[in-house]
Structures are given as structure tokens and as C-alpha cells.
């Protein structure tokens, strides 16, 4: 299976361009599990090799959240097919499309925000990708302030941001993490589905 994988995460990363290629090894390095000495100068193959061996089966999960968040979403489709075809089941139950992964059993109609956000804080602190979005969003809809995004992105590595952006929205209460849910249901559904689905 894993040699499939790695033809199938091949075969994707073959279909970007060399300007995208390197913003995808960017938004790779801000998951946070690879470090960017390694990427730098890493060939397509060797990128697909160092994902298998950080991330094992799950390297599809983390490609199609990376492909969803450069707005290659016929390239995720295709990568989500292919990756069922190996055996491979993807998180996104068997959507791409990332406006149409709120669909079905959206846990915001069940105040599934509160409910997601204690389940899976410890999860978050470690997997949460690009925090950039989501701050921008969580300012944009009120609950951050300017100085509480500031606070965040000052602080000095992005475990720490992660951290102190999880204590804030714990503090806030319901209503802080219900918000959050749903501006990480834009900004990652991938993550979100992968989680959801580990509980269900």
C-alpha cells in the first residue's frame, strides 16, 4: 500500500508547477512536523518520501489539505479519487470540495463547536497548520482583538502561538470556541473531518 501511496502523492505533485511546487513545500514545513532543512532543497521525490515517513498513510490527508489551501481543488479531487483507488480512504468523506465538508452532520448544529473543542484541544496544539488564516478570520468575526492577534503571533515559536491561541479561546468561553470551529472549518476541513472522525 505504501508504494502505491507514494506513486499516487508522485503522480500530484508531478501536476504542479515549480512556483507552486515551492509554495507547497512552504505550507508542508508550517504543519510543523518537518523541518524546512529538510524541505529546502528537496526534489518531488524526496518530498513524497519525507511525508510517508513522517506521516505514513495519512501523507494524503496532508497533501489534500495543502492542495485545498492553494485552491487546487481539481488537483485534490483527482488526489482524493486515487487515493481511494490504492485504499487509501482520505478524512473528507469523499468531498474535495471544501464548501460541501460542512455538509451531512455539521457539528455546529449540534453546539458541536464547545463539544469539538474539548475533545480535541490537545490534538490542535500540535496539528494545527497555518495559524495565519485562522487569526485573521477569528479577528474579522470579533473574537480577537488586534492586540490579542498581536499577543498571539508574537509569541516566539508556533507551538507557543498555537498555545496561547488555545488558552484564549478556552477563557472566552462557548461562543469564542463555537466561532472557531467553523473559521477552522474554512481554513482546514480536512483537519476537522480527520478529527471528527477519530470520534466518531
Known sequence: MIASLKE???NTVDNLTEEDFKRFKHLLRDQG??????LEKADRVDTVELMVQVYNTGAGDIMLSILMKMNHNQLAMDLERDLNKVGVTSHSGGKADAPALSEGRPMSQ????????SKHKAALETRLGLLAPILSDLEKCGVLSSQERQDVESEGSKAKQKRA???MLEEKG????????????KCDPYLVKNLEKSHS
Request: charged residues 30%.
Open 110 to 117: 449540534q453546539g458541536g463547536g464547545r463539544d469539538f473543542f
Open 33 to 38: 512536523q518537518i523541518p524546512w532543512g529538510k
Open 174 to 185: 462557548d461562543d469564542a470556541q463555537e466561532d472557531f470551529y467553523k473559521v477552522l472549518l
Open 8 to 10: 499516487v502523492l508522485r
Open 165 to 167: 491561541l488555545l488558552l
